[in-house]
T-cell receptor
Framework: GENVEQHPSTLSVQEGDSAVIKCTYSDSASNYFPWYKQELGKGPQLIIDIRSNVGEKKDQRIAVTLNKTAKHFSLHITETQPEDSAVYFCAASPRRALTFGSGTRLQVQP | GAGVSQSPSNKVTEKGKDVELRCDPISGHTALYWYRQSLGQGLEFLIYFQGNSAPDKSGLPSDRFSAERTGGSVSTLTIQRTQQEDSAVYLC??????????????FGPGTRLTVL
């Protein structure tokens, strides 16, 4: 089955700096790669996703890149703000159910 | 519109008891998923429903776990004879699944289950 590795497990940045989270996946059949943000006590919230026919996607301060050859994808957050502090999960989907990474706890220091 | 809702938000039970967790998906969403999130961990797939097709139960950890979806909408996850290792947050998600590669899943707030 699919296996998703996510790094780093924790990330601390200064407000205004950029943050990058990286994931690798194992199943070449995976064709959908979402990123979720989870705040304490809440369910995961979809923040951006990318499909296998696209190499990069951007939405305001958030961007995701995908390298299908290398089987890795990354989340980039620019101009970080304290409200970006949360746990971020990547996921991959070769079929219907999502396989999630283990999460990255992002702390933005004001 | 309304998002995915789950009830109860918290459930404390004694070891050996049965529990039922409920999920109301977004109206019109044909696919429904259950995931489990243990403390400080990622999400683990449990079961998936799509329309009238047979559910994908490949993620259920044991035969103590079962789920049903009535009328293509509300779903109930049942855990029989609960064990302490069942303690986790149980998350439900739904998606519209209009095309084979369209799998945008929206999550509910989860049910935090504590087995004493």
């Amino acid at each position: 089955g699919e296996n998703v590795e996510q790094h780093p497990s924790t990330l601390s940045v200064q407000e205004g700096d950029s943050a990058v989270i990286k994931c690798t996946y194992s199943d070449s059949a995976s064709n959908y790669f979402p990123w979720y943000k989870q705040e304490l006590g809440k369910g995961p919230q979809l923040i951006i996703d990318i499909r296998s026919n696209v190499g990069e996607k951007k939405d305001q301060r958030i961007a995701v890149t995908l390298n299908k050859t290398a089987k890795h994808f990354s989340l980039h957050i620019t101009e970080t703000q304290p409200e970006d502090s949360a746990v971020y999960f990547c996921a991959a989907s070769p079929r219907r159910a999502l396989t999630f990474g283990s999460g990255t706890r992002l702390q933005v220091q004001p | 519109g309304a998002g995915v809702s789950q009830s109860p938000s918290n459930k404390v039970t004694e070891k050996g008891k049965d529990v039922e967790l409920r999920c109301d998906p977004i109206s019109g969403h044909t696919a429904l998923y259950w995931y489990r999130q243990s403390l400080g961990q990622g999400l683990e797939f449990l079961i998936y429903f799509q329309g009238n097709s047979a559910p994908d139960k490949s993620g259920l950890p044991s035969d103590r776990f079962s789920a049903e979806r009535t009328g293509g909408s509300v779903s109930t996850l049942t855990i029989q004879r609960t064990q302490q290792e069942d303690s986790a947050v149980y998350l439900c998600a739904s998606s519209l699944l209009r095309a084979i590669s369209y799998n945008e899943q929206f999550f509910g707030p989860g049910t935090r289950l504590t087995v004493l």
